[in-house]
């Protein structure tokens, strides 16, 4: 079973959940965002190396533009392989635990995950974050010398930061999976 749902996140813009059922005990859920703007990147390399023309214009120094190209360059593939994330993933299995991935627009990835008899349970948190309240899901982990307490927060889509509506379809299946174990 697979379902793919547009969603927009905590600034409007576009995302889309896919929910996918690998079985009764194990789901997988991607958030995607949209992918890098080659108009966006056009505009703020044009912004950058016109800012530098006009410097070189007044100063007749050359190494104006060459900072300016390397700036530029190095600057894009920074935030390709560093900031910006093409989509999210949180794998839950009954039993066993819960993985979370981050695929990175040059491709790189990151993968983190958490112990079944670690997690204590998911939730849906709430924060204030620039002047809004905002919501995220999150794993407790529990404290192993103290089973009721909890030890740490893990935050669940981080880059992506869905809205509230997303976030619940996606709690009520992983409580569902994980009232099962």
């Known amino acids: 079973m697979m379902e793919d749902e547009a969603f927009t996140d905590i600034n409007g813009k576009s995302i889309s959940l896919d929910c996918q059922n690998h079985s ?3 789901r997988e859920f991607t958030v995607s965002s949209s992918k890098v703007s080659i108009g966006k990147v056009m505009v703020y390399t044009s912004g950058v190396w016109l800012l530098a023309y006009t410097v070189f214009f007044f100063t007749e120094n050359t190494a104006v533009l060459t900072c ?4 530029t360059l190095v600057g894009m593939m920074l935030h390709i392989h560093f900031v910006k ?3 999210e993933s949180l794998l839950v299995i009954g039993s066993l635990g819960i993985q979370v991935s981050s695929s990175y627009a040059s491709g ?3 993968t983190t995950f958490i112990e079944q008899s670690k997690i204590k349970d998911i939730v849906i948190n709430e924060a204030i974050y620039m002047h ?3 919501y995220y899901l999150c794993v407790l982990l ?3 010398s103290e089973p009721d307490v909890v030890s740490s927060v893990v935050p669940l889509f981080q880059s992506s930061k869905p809205r509230l509506n997303c976030l619940v379809k996606v709690y009520k299946s992983c409580q569902e999976i ?3 174990c």
């Open 24 to 26: 009764g005990f194990c």
């Open 68 to 71: 300016a190209i390397l700036v």
């Open 85 to 87: 994330v093409d989509h």
């Open 108 to 110: 790189r990835e990151t």
């Open 132 to 134: 809004q309240i905002i």
């Open 142 to 144: 529990k404290d192993p």
């Open 178 to 180: 994980l009232s099962k």
